[in-house]
């Protein structure tokens, strides 16, 4: 194979909108930059960011410009110049002749050079301005969205982050957001189309890709472990199928293992074989039952899909590393996701994204980039650019079994309903006909949604169809409605403004003191454009409900607290959520919390903060999303019920235990009964059965004071370890915080292998919220109620980088001060907040 070539270090320069209209015309300042990158990542590696002064990077022309040697090379030889990605209105240079003009940042180009290359050579790329490009005068929307400022986007095949005023940060796409590269070689193999389909109990995989080659071609062959089948070659077209008798199967994380199959294609040639390297191939029968709502089965088990809505690695990049992308991910499977949603508003993720997500077994539900506009597809122009994006993205995504649901856009038929649109221009032709047959036939075997929301007799009802449910949330709604909403399906949910840790607090307001009324802070709380609220209104609505305190009193006059309290707030609205959703009382299949990860630094929607770090509300959600799970759901006048699921194909033996408490460590009531749950199944049982007798177990009958605070519900395996378990709080207030002793909490930690740390808790006495923190480390729990003399055990793993001792700090919602406890000494400090 031919040694790749290399590009001298990439620059870029602003100009004027339309200044130069070919390279070496008076261009202005050019300044390094990163390849893939774009231009906000080459000015924050400058120093040169500011998001409360952001430059108008749509209201300019970019340059960028590289150069690059070439070696003697064979005769007819083949030569082409890639760009996976280019941001967005781009014309491209290549020794001064104009070789491509692209006008979608979603679609790839090959261009081939090999009549224009030399052996120095120049590649100079112009990025349009956009903003220059929306006053074009062009045709006037049926009906205008919020969600941006100019209706014209509607033209344009780019990304809508950094464009949305109400919630993203002002960072748009403008650049060559992925790769540039030279391809050639004596053999290249492009145009890849690979599929794999279950046809009863056989894998059978389809090939189809276009091969160039100054070389003879004698065979070729596809291989699929160990197992191979001869392809035919005509016309420059490879084409073959391969047949594999009962496959291992792929499945999500949460139901078994996600078995991938390697596989090559190898050319033999009058000059030796020549290999390709395929993506891991995965069999998988994907299915959906839609009656009366919309549930997702693979491999003829039913799958509970939750997870959550995908933005950005990076908002500066469209990208990351494999390594911050294998820590996400895996930050998500940990967390019991066993689906992520990328959604229109957003941007097709990058290869490594769908490698990882088949490796971990985490489905995908990937949206067209397409949201809440009247997008012009009767426009032959745009009609045949969007298809072109359409066929070479079901190309790319149907080498992945992860991919498993396509939807046509994100909120155009919820937009153009509520806006009192009739109902045959809710969806045009393209997303109802066009673009479901493309899916069917470049990725058979998948589902196809034609709008997040639809179905119903309005495309946001809940009852049918797939929704976007903030009944809590935004329209502050309460948990005795979540039975009457009848949720199926929701494939965005729950947003709530979740406070990040410390450390980014203090690097959102630049090291002044944290008060959330100031303009650093609002200015990255989400909100929707137009409306008189924002989402932290929403979260502070929850406050009062949940801790029976005021907002606006707590954080004029002790903000410690109320971040401390709101930092819970909203998980716990979640944590509740999904209980209700997994019950047996529930018909729900699937939710999808609206953001996995903020775009920037911000008490966003994300239960990960920009850096990475889980908020409170990723560990709340992870202990509601475990594959062998307990909930309890409040039944009023009919006690509380326990649910037992396990979705893993064995069956568990075990016990499950009730104890009512009387704070802060009075036992009522405890009893338990032995519990066989079989594999893929659900049990649900009544706590007054359970205690054999009425305790008046959640305060509904209420006959005089109180007798206990807590229901602590507990499922035990055969070994007596704690599978999941789970709480019912009888009083809604604020914890009173009491004086912390040395006697109140055991801590200890211990060193494990690979830079890994043990911490255990033993407490006399209930504990609200435990709150763990060290600096330089992530624990795999974190805010959990601790129960009186049980052993809780807590591992600490290093972030990237750190070599340092750990040195944990413990505290609780209910105790006042924090205690630290490091490797060195079983012993532990106290010492108290001031």
Same mark, same amino acid.
């Given at each position: 194979?031919?040694?790749?070539?290399?590009?001298?270090?990439?620059?870029?320069?602003?100009?004027?909108?339309?200044?130069?209209?070919?390279?070496?015309?008076?261009?202005?300042?050019?300044?390094?930059?990163?390849?893939?990158?774009?231009?906000?990542?080459?000015?924050?590696?400058?120093?040169?960011?500011?998001?409360?002064?952001?430059?108008?990077?749509?209201?300019?022309?970019?340059?960028?410009?590289?150069?690059?040697?070439?070696?003697?090379?064979?005769?007819?030889?083949?030569?082409?110049?890639?760009?996976?990605?280019?941001?967005?209105?781009?014309?491209?240079?290549?020794?001064?002749?104009?070789?491509?003009?692209?006008?979608?940042?979603?679609?790839?180009?090959?261009?081939?050079?090999?009549?224009?290359?030399?052996?120095?050579?120049?590649?100079?790329?112009?990025?349009?301005?956009?903003?220059?490009?929306?006053?074009?005068?062009?045709?006037?929307?049926?009906?205008?969205?919020?969600?941006?400022?100019?209706?014209?986007?509607?033209?344009?095949?780019?990304?809508?982050?950094?464009?949305?005023?109400?919630?993203?940060?002002?960072?748009?796409?403008?650049?060559?957001?992925?790769?540039?590269?030279?391809?050639?070689?004596?053999?290249?193999?492009?145009?890849?189309?690979?599929?794999?389909?279950?046809?009863?109990?056989?894998?059978?995989?389809?090939?189809?890709?276009?091969?160039?080659?100054?070389?003879?071609?004698?065979?070729?062959?596809?291989?699929?472990?160990?197992?191979?089948?001869?392809?035919?070659?005509?016309?420059?077209?490879?084409?073959?199928?391969?047949?594999?008798?009962?496959?291992?199967?792929?499945?999500?994380?949460?139901?078994?293992?996600?078995?991938?199959?390697?596989?090559?294609?190898?050319?033999?040639?009058?000059?030796?074989?020549?290999?390709?390297?395929?993506?891991?191939?995965?069999?998988?029968?994907?299915?959906?039952?839609?009656?009366?709502?919309?549930?997702?089965?693979?491999?003829?088990?039913?799958?509970?899909?939750?997870?959550?809505?995908?933005?950005?690695?990076?908002?500066?990049?469209?990208?990351?590393?494999?390594?911050?992308?294998?820590?996400?991910?895996?930050?998500?499977?940990?967390?019991?996701?066993?689906?992520?949603?990328?959604?229109?508003?957003?941007?097709?993720?990058?290869?490594?994204?769908?490698?990882?997500?088949?490796?971990?077994?985490?489905?995908?539900?990937?949206?067209?980039?397409?949201?809440?506009?009247?997008?012009?597809?009767?426009?032959?122009?745009?009609?045949?650019?969007?298809?072109?994006?359409?066929?070479?993205?079901?190309?790319?995504?149907?080498?992945?079994?992860?991919?498993?649901?396509?939807?046509?856009?994100?909120?155009?038929?919820?937009?153009?309903?509520?806006?009192?649109?009739?109902?045959?221009?809710?969806?045009?032709?393209?997303?109802?006909?066009?673009?479901?047959?493309?899916?069917?036939?470049?990725?058979?075997?998948?589902?196809?949604?034609?709008?997040?929301?639809?179905?119903?007799?309005?495309?946001?009802?809940?009852?049918?169809?797939?929704?976007?449910?903030?009944?809590?949330?935004?329209?502050?709604?309460?948990?005795?409605?979540?039975?009457?909403?009848?949720?199926?399906?929701?494939?965005?949910?729950?947003?709530?403004?979740?406070?990040?840790?410390?450390?980014?607090?203090?690097?959102?307001?630049?090291?002044?003191?944290?008060?959330?009324?100031?303009?650093?802070?609002?200015?990255?709380?989400?909100?929707?454009?137009?409306?008189?609220?924002?989402?932290?209104?929403?979260?502070?609505?929850?406050?009062?409900?949940?801790?029976?305190?005021?907002?606006?009193?707590?954080?004029?006059?002790?903000?410690?607290?109320?971040?401390?309290?709101?930092?819970?707030?909203?998980?716990?609205?979640?944590?509740?959520?999904?209980?209700?959703?997994?019950?047996?009382?529930?018909?729900?299949?699937?939710?999808?919390?609206?953001?996995?990860?903020?775009?920037?630094?911000?008490?966003?929607?994300?239960?990960?903060?920009?850096?990475?770090?889980?908020?409170?509300?990723?560990?709340? %959600?992870? #202990?509601?999303?475990?594959?062998?799970?307990?909930? +309890?759901?409040? !039944?009023? /006048? =009919?006690?509380?019920?326990?649910? $037992?699921?396990?979705?893993?194909?064995?069956?568990?033996?075990?016990?499950?235990?009730?104890?009512?408490?009387?704070?802060?460590?009075?036992?009522?009531?405890?009893?338990?009964?032995?519990?066989?749950?079989?594999?893929?199944?659900?049990?649900?049982?009544?706590?007054?059965?359970?205690?054999?007798?009425?305790?008046?177990?959640?305060?509904?009958?209420?006959?005089?004071?109180?007798?206990?605070?807590?229901?602590?519900?507990?499922?035990?395996?055969?070994?007596?370890?704690?599978?999941?378990?789970?709480?019912? %709080?009888? #009083?809604?207030?604020?914890?009173?915080?009491?004086? +912390?002793?040395? !006697?109140? /909490? =055991?801590?200890?930690?211990?060193? $494990?292998?690979?830079?890994?740390?043990?911490?255990?808790?033993?407490?006399?006495?209930?504990?609200?919220?435990?709150?763990?923190?060290?600096?330089?480390?992530?624990?795999?729990?974190?805010?959990?109620?601790?129960?009186?003399?049980?052993?809780?055990?807590?591992?600490?793993?290093?972030?990237?980088?750190?070599?340092?001792?750990?040195?944990?700090?413990?505290?609780?919602?209910?105790?006042?001060?924090?205690?630290?406890?490091?490797?060195?000494?079983?012993?532990?400090?106290?010492?108290?907040?001031?």
């Amino acid at each position: 194979m031919t040694e790749p070539v290399h590009f001298a270090p990439w620059a870029c320069c602003a100009q004027a909108p339309g200044a130069s209209t070919e390279p070496g015309a008076g261009q202005g300042d050019w300044f390094a930059a990163e390849v893939p990158g774009t231009v906000a990542s080459a000015l924050r590696a400058r120093g040169q960011w500011d998001h409360q002064n952001p430059p108008d990077l749509d209201g300019q022309d970019w340059w960028y410009r590289t150069s690059f040697a070439t070696t003697a090379r064979m005769a007819d030889e083949p030569c082409a110049l890639c760009f996976d990605g280019l941001a967005s209105l781009a014309d491209v240079w290549l020794n001064g002749e104009l070789i491509l003009s692209s006008n979608n940042m979603f679609r790839s180009h090959r261009v081939d050079v090999a009549r224009v290359l030399r052996d120095e050579n120049e590649l100079v790329i112009c990025f349009r301005s956009l903003t220059a490009d929306l006053k074009k005068k062009r045709p006037r929307p049926r009906w205008k969205t919020n969600l941006v400022n100019n209706q014209q986007l509607r033209w344009q095949r780019t990304s809508l982050l950094g464009r949305i005023p109400g919630w993203s940060p002002p960072v748009p796409a403008v650049g060559p957001w992925r790769e540039v590269r030279l391809e050639r070689a004596p053999v290249l193999l492009t145009d890849i189309q690979k599929t794999a389909l279950l046809v009863g109990d056989e894998g059978v995989v389809s090939f189809r890709a276009r091969v160039a080659s100054s070389l003879k071609i004698l065979s070729a062959r596809l291989q699929i472990d160990g197992q191979f089948e001869e392809l035919e070659c005509e016309d420059d077209v490879l084409r073959g199928e391969l047949r594999i008798q009962h496959p291992e199967l792929w499945w999500p994380h949460t139901h078994g293992v996600p078995a991938l199959h390697d596989g090559k294609v190898i050319i033999e040639t009058s000059a030796g074989p020549h290999e390709f390297p395929l993506e891991p191939t995965g069999f998988r029968r994907i299915e959906v039952c839609d009656d009366p709502g919309f549930a997702i089965h693979v491999n003829g088990e039913r799958i509970y899909c939750r997870g959550a809505c995908w933005t950005t690695n990076d908002i500066f990049t469209l990208g990351g590393t494999v390594e911050s992308l294998r820590q996400d991910l895996t930050l998500a499977r940990d967390a019991g996701m066993n689906m992520l949603r990328i959604g229109g508003t957003m941007t097709y993720e990058s290869d490594a994204f769908y490698r990882l997500c088949d490796e971990l077994g985490i489905l995908v539900w990937q949206d067209f980039m397409f949201a809440n506009m009247d997008y012009p597809a009767e426009d032959a122009a745009f009609a045949e650019n969007i298809t072109i994006e359409a066929k070479q993205q079901l190309d790319r995504f149907a080498q992945h079994p992860c991919v498993a649901v396509y939807c046509g856009n994100s909120e155009i038929e919820q937009q153009a309903a509520m806006l009192g649109m009739a109902r045959e221009l809710w969806r045009n032709g393209w997303f109802g006909e066009k673009l479901p047959a493309l899916c069917s036939l470049h990725h058979p075997g998948t589902a196809y949604v034609p709008s997040s929301p639809s179905g119903g007799v309005l495309p946001f009802h809940t009852r049918t169809g797939v929704t976007h449910y903030y009944g809590i949330g935004a329209y502050l709604r309460s948990l005795r409605e979540l039975r009457q909403a009848d949720v199926k399906f929701t494939s965005e949910c729950l947003g709530f403004a979740n406070i990040p840790e410390t450390e980014t607090i203090d690097e959102i307001m630049g090291g002044l003191m944290p008060v959330m009324h100031h303009p650093r802070w609002k200015q990255r709380v989400p909100r929707d454009t137009g409306a008189g609220w924002d989402f932290e209104d929403v979260r502070d609505h929850y406050l009062r409900e949940l801790f029976n305190v005021d907002p606006v009193t707590l954080r004029s006059f002790d903000m410690p607290r109320y971040l401390e309290l709101s930092r819970v707030a909203s998980g716990e609205m979640m944590a509740r959520t999904f209980a209700e959703w997994r019950s047996g009382h529930s018909r729900n299949a699937g939710a999808l919390v609206w953001f996995y990860k903020d775009l920037w630094p911000a008490a966003g929607w994300g239960i990960v903060d920009s850096a990475g770090t889980p908020k409170a509300a990723y560990y709340q %959600l992870k #202990r509601a999303w475990q594959t062998r799970q307990l909930t +309890l759901t409040d !039944e009023g /006048l =009919d006690g509380l019920h326990v649910h $037992l699921s396990n979705e893993t194909a064995e069956a568990v033996e075990g016990f499950v235990e009730v104890q009512l408490l009387r704070e802060p460590n009075v036992v009522v009531a405890r009893h338990e009964i032995a519990l066989k749950v079989d594999g893929r199944a659900l049990e649900m049982r009544s706590v007054d059965e359970i205690l054999g007798s009425f305790f008046d177990v959640n305060y509904a009958y209420r006959f005089g004071p109180q007798s206990h605070h807590v229901v602590i519900a507990t499922w035990f395996s055969a070994e007596r370890e704690v599978i999941s378990e789970s709480f019912h %709080l009888t #009083r809604t207030r604020d914890p009173v915080a009491q004086p +912390l002793s040395a !006697e109140m /909490l =055991d801590a200890k930690v211990e060193a $494990l292998c690979n830079g890994r740390y043990q911490l255990t808790l033993k407490s006399d006495r209930f504990l609200h919220n435990v709150r763990l923190s060290a600096k330089g480390y992530l624990p795999d729990d974190n805010y959990f109620h601790l129960v009186p003399d049980r052993i809780k055990t807590v591992s600490f793993s290093p972030c990237a980088g750190v070599s340092r001792v750990i040195e944990v700090y413990v505290e609780a919602l209910n105790v006042a001060g924090e205690i630290s406890v490091e490797p060195r000494s079983a012993s532990h400090e106290t010492h108290h907040d001031t």
